[in-house]
């Protein structure tokens, strides 16, 4: 059986890691960006999962710039609490 992890959150540098980790470890990797899904969009996350049937899904997706968190508080708690 292939072993499949996906990634939301893909270009990050915690999703790089964990995509080169996985890789090594033998799995299969798909990962994704918010240009491809909205991780606040429940219903949006679960097409991917349907669609990619992964057997290990990680998020790594978050809102890191404190100014931008500042300024959009429920944005940032809306990804960054998923």
């Known amino acids: 059986m ?3 992890a ?3 959150g893909g270009k990050g540098m915690l ?3 964990l995509i080169r980790a996985f890789k090594k470890s033998g799995f299969m990797v798909s990962s994704v ?3 491809v899904c909205d991780i ?3 219903n949006a996350v679960k097409r991917i999962i349907d669609k990619e049937k992964p057997t290990v ?3 790594s997706a978050a809102v890191l710039n404190l100014d931008f968190c500042e300024k959009n508080p429920l944005e940032a708690f809306a990804v960054n609490s998923f």
């Open 57 to 59: 899904t990680i998020n």
């Open 15 to 17: 999703a790089y890691e």
């Open 33 to 35: 960006d918010k240009d």
């Open 6 to 8: 996906l990634i939301f």
């Open 40 to 42: 606040t969009n429940e």
């Open 2 to 4: 292939t072993r499949k």
